[in-house]
């Protein structure tokens, strides 16, 4: 995808397209300083782009749910046998165009 031109009008009209194109889906963009921040985008409007950025990543603090060990049940697998049972959080931040360098793909499954 484009990454900064030689005119910020340009480059924040071509991001304004194409957050508009990707809207709703799950996306990485660069910053201009080099990060990678994946999201699925909530919104948009002319000065920048709002992003549902997932929080609270694990750490390998989880059980190994394969073989039981889930709650009082000791070996019992339970529900959603092989899977932790947690549910993601995720955190709505706003991109203003001119932090973002590109946008590199959105995921397709």
């Known amino acids: 995808m484009p990454s900064h031109s030689a005119d ?14 990707y809207l709703h889906h799950l996306v ?13 985008i909530d919104g948009i409007d002319r000065e920048g782009v709002s992003v549902l950025v997932p929080a609270g990543e694990d750490q390998g603090t989880h059980t190994d749910f394969r073989y039981g060990g889930y709650g009082p049940y000791g070996g019992y697998p339970g529900y959603g046998y092989g899977y932790p049972r947690r549910f993601r959080r995720f955190r709505r931040q706003h991109f203003p165009y001119f932090l973002l360098a590109s946008l590199l793909f959105p995921y397709f499954y």
């Open 8 to 21: 910020p009008s340009m480059h924040q009209q071509q991001m304004y397209d194409l957050c508009q194109q």
């Open 28 to 40: 990485q963009f660069q910053t201009t300083d080099g990060q990678m921040v994946d999201g699925i």
